[in-house]
Structures are given as structure tokens and as C-alpha cells.
């Protein structure tokens, strides 16, 4: 099965085998990129450093990034216990671009502790230093917004916006959210390995880091919980 058709497979969706390279037998070149990760061992130097992403506090606040006791190993983003305290973290480069015939799939295992107190944002998105505030131009991604407990998906170049996808998160509730980027053409959007209503205008023409993002909503340190995440270009 070709790496595009075991993707396409929903059913396939959430097994770690499509982390695997592929190689062409013949020069022994890779003919996809990724970057995955499952968070374990810990890649946390401090509470608000790691290697390889570049980590943001925003509202002036502190914040924290834990691996918690739970079996194969989870990231916590903590922001303060204030409102509009927040944590982000992004990949340091840039490595994604939509382009004809190089698709993009993306997937990650997420949670919150209080989905309706909480904003976030998971997915592709240019480098920003405060992603849940300024909703930047170019994204490809999952939101949630304080005030409702919706899932919102969002594909944007400048002119978009967070699109309710009819699914509802709930508290302290794992959920797989992913999308595969069909060179410039459309964007379907995969929740728990289901396939949602494709998007076909606004996909973004530059480069997007790997990024997420949580701003509490109250005066609480309401969390983001990442599994894994991995995400997979074609040469």
C-alpha cells in the first residue's frame, strides 16, 4: 500500500507505522519529510524550555510545560492560573509547505481538562509569538474557543476563519484530530479517523511550523495534553 493510500485510510488513521520513511530502492532517497513525536523520554530542559520548539508565554504570566505520570508519556501545556494566561510551543523552523502533488498529513492525540473554560489552537501555522491572540494569516488547523465546548477547524491564507465542525469536546476526553493537505487543491479535516467536509479554497502558499497553543479562559491553569503528534510531507 503506497504511503498516500494508507493515509487516505481512515481505519489506518492513529497506528505508528506511518511514521516510518520511505526510501526509493533504487538512489536510497527519502521521498517524504516528518517530524514526529510521542514525548518520551522528556525533551524538557526547564519548565518553559525544550529542544527543537520554541516555547511563548503570553499575558505576562508564567507558564509550564510537564511530562505527567501516565503511561506512554504526555506533554501538559500549563499557562498561569489567571485568565488569558497562556503557553505555546512551535516547531524552531518553518518545514511544511502546501505544493501540487506534495501532500501533507498531519495528527495529533490531544485533551483538555476544562474544554469550555480554555482557547487552543492545534495544527500548521506560521511563526507567531501569540497564535491564540493574533489568529495568524496563514493556518491550517483545530481551535477551540472559551465560552463553548465546539470544535473548530480552520484553513486560512490571509482570509478564512475557525469553521465549527459540528463536533463537541468534553472535559479531560482524548481526541485525534488530523487532516490530509491535497497539494493546493483541498484540505479534509480527520477527527477520531473520521473524514469531515473538505475545504478547497484558502490554503496557505508559505512555509507553517508545527504549533500548538492553550490561553486559560478563567482564573484557573486550564491544560493542553498532547500524546503525540506527527506530521508527514512528500518529496
Known amino acids: 500500500m503506497s504511503i498516500r493510500s494508507t493515509w487516505q485510510n481512515s481505519s489506518l488513521l492513529g497506528k ?13 532517497a527519502p521521498l517524504q519529510y516528518m517530524a514526529f513525536t510521542d514525548f518520551v523520554p522528556a525533551p524538557i530542559k526547564d519548565a518553559d524550555e525544550m529542544p527543537g520548539w520554541t516555547v511563548t508565554l503570553s499575558g505576562g504570566g508564567e507558564g509550564s510545560l510537564v511530562m505527567a505520570d501516565e503511561a506512554g508519556g504526555i506533554l501538559q501545556l500549563t499557562p498561569a492560573a489567571a485568565e488569558d494566561q497562556g503557553i505555546q510551543i512551535q516547531t524552531d523552523g518553518e518545514m511544511f509547505l502546501p505544493a501540487a502533488t506534495k501532500d501533507i498529513w498531519f495528527e495529533a492525540r490531544i485533551r483538555g481538562n476544562d474544554v469550555t473554560q480554555v482557547d487552543w489552537f492545534a495544527g500548521l501555522c506560521t511563526t507567531d509569538t501569540s497564535i491564540i491572540a493574533s489568529n495568524p494569516d496563514n493556518a491550517i488547523g483545530f481551535w477551540t474557543h472559551d465560552g463553548d465546548v465546539n470544535l473548530d477547524f480552520e484553513v486560512a491564507d490571509g482570509t478564512g476563519a475557525p469553521v465549527d465542525t459540528t463536533v463537541d469536546l468534553a472535559d479531560n476526553t482524548w481526541i485525534n484530530v488530523g487532516f490530509l493537505v491535497n497539494g493546493v487543491t483541498s484540505v479534509t479535516p480527520y477527527i477520531n479517523g473520521v473524514a469531515y467536509t473538505a475545504v478547497t479554497a484558502n490554503i496557505p502558499a508559505t512555509e507553517l511550523a508545527l504549533s500548538f497553543a492553550v490561553l486559560s479562559g478563567e482564573g484557573a491553569a486550564n491544560r493542553l495534553d498532547i500524546d503525540w503528534v506527527r506530521c508527514t510531507q512528500l518529496r
Open 16 to 28: 505508528d507505522g506511518f511514521c516510518r520513511c520511505v526510501y526509493s530502492a533504487a538512489t536510497f
